[in-house]
């Protein structure tokens, strides 16, 4: 017998996930924005190759978000332990992008005056 109040948690907290991962997407969007502005104006090798890099990163990155999405919809179905394993997955991926956005704003700091250090205290 499934308990009502453990269903209606899982599901909510899926549909949490899901939007979660739904917001990191969009930064990967304004990120690749971003680095489009600075393509034509790249003047060294070295930029290019820095901007390749974060390009390289991103696209990792959606494919990441695009996968988790997928099993969290799937898993929404499934046996609660499969769940909280994947939710685990997502955390660490959020743990992982925001190093890779602060590295990206650390590049992106003499282009667009950024702050030198932006911190992201997400609860993840």
């Known amino acids: 017998m499934v308990n009502v109040n453990t269903a209606r948690q899982e599901s909510y907290s899926t549909e949490s996930w899901l939007k979660e ?20 104006n790249a003047s060294t090798p070295q930029e290019l190759m820095q901007i390749e890099h974060f390009q390289n990163q991103f696209i990792l990155q ?26 685990e997955e997502a955390r660490d991926f959020i743990r992982m992008f925001k190093s890779l956005l602060q590295e990206f704003d650390r590049f992106m700091a003499p282009y667009f005056h950024l702050p030198a250090q932006i911190v992201y205290n997400h609860p993840a």
């Open 21 to 40: 991962l739904k917001f990191y997407e969009m930064e990967v969007d304004s990120c690749e924005r971003s680095l489009e502005e600075l393509i034509a």
């Open 62 to 87: 959606r494919y990441n978000l695009r996968r988790l999405r997928r099993q969290l919809k799937w898993l929404a179905r499934a046996p609660e332990e499969a769940l909280h394993i994947l939710i």
